[in-house]
C-alpha cells in the first residue's frame, strides 16, 4: 500500500471513528473554500446533527479531517464531561489498536470550544513506531446541549493545517 493510500485508509478509519454526539437548530460552520464539506448520515438515534468537512492535498489525498456534532440533552441531564472524554478517548484508541496501530494521548486538560468551557485531549497515532496521525477531541455542553469536535490528519498534514484549523475551531459560537 502506498504512502498515499495509507492515509486515505487511515482518514476514512478516523470519519468512522467519530463519535455520533449530535444536534442543534443553528449549527452552521462556514468552511473555508478549499474543504471540501461531506455528507454526514444522521446519528442512530436521529438525536443530533453532524457537520464533517475534508481538506484535501492537489493530489486528493486527506491532509485533514474536522467534524462538529451536537445532540440534545434529555432536560435536566447533567454530563459528566471528563467521563465523555475519557470514553471518546478510549474508543478511538481500541479501534486503532484493532487496526493495527498505537496510540498514545495527552492528559484531558480544559479548553474552549465555541465560547464553551470544554475538555480536550490529543492524540498521536503511531505504527510501527512511526508517528503517523494526529487526532484531537473537545467536549462541552451548554443548557440542553452537547458539542463533540474532532479532527485529525497525518501527522505531517495535522502540523501544516493546525493554525487554520484552530482558526475555525475559534470562529465556532455554539451559544445564542
Known amino acids: 500500500m502506498t504512502v498515499s493510500h495509507r492515509y486515505t485508509a487511515l482518514i476514512g478509519l478516523l470519519?468512522?471513528?467519530?463519535?455520533?454526539?449530535?444536534?442543534?437548530?443553528?449549527?452552521?460552520i462556514i468552511w473555508p473554500?478549499?474543504?471540501e464539506v461531506q455528507a454526514?448520515?444522521?446519528a442512530p438515534d436521529d438525536n443530533g446533527q453532524r457537520q464533517r468537512a475534508v481538506k484535501n492535498d492537489p493530489h486528493g489525498d486527506p491532509l485533514m479531517v474536522m467534524e462538529l456534532t451536537q445532540t440534545t440533552l434529555t432536560p435536566d441531564h447533567k454530563?459528566?464531561?471528563?467521563a465523555v472524554l475519557l470514553q471518546m478517548r478510549k474508543t478511538l484508541q481500541?479501534?486503532?489498536?484493532?487496526a493495527g496501530y498505537q496510540s498514545a494521548c495527552n492528559?484531558?486538560?480544559?479548553s474552549t470550544l465555541g465560547g464553551l468551557d470544554a475538555l480536550?485531549?490529543?492524540?498521536?497515532?503511531?505504527?510501527?513506531g512511526n508517528h503517523v496521525i494526529t487526532q484531537t477531541l473537545v467536549a462541552?455542553?451548554?443548557?440542553?446541549?452537547?458539542?463533540?469536535?474532532s479532527y485529525a490528519g497525518p501527522a505531517d498534514g495535522y502540523k501544516v493545517n493546525e493554525a487554520e484549523v484552530l482558526g475555525i475551531r475559534a470562529s465556532l459560537r455554539l451559544t445564542p
Do not use: R
Request: hydrophobic fraction near 40%.
Open 15 to 28: 470519519a468512522a471513528l467519530s463519535l455520533p454526539m449530535a444536534n442543534a437548530e443553528s449549527l452552521t
Open 33 to 35: 473554500g478549499d474543504w
Open 107 to 110: 492528559k484531558i486538560h480544559s
Open 120 to 128: 480536550e485531549t490529543t492524540c498521536k497515532i503511531t505504527q510501527n
Open 94 to 98: 481500541k479501534n486503532f489498536a484493532g
Open 40 to 42: 454526514v448520515p444522521p
Open 140 to 149: 462541552a455542553t451548554h443548557d440542553s446541549n452537547a458539542y463533540a469536535l
Open 79 to 82: 454530563v459528566n464531561m471528563e
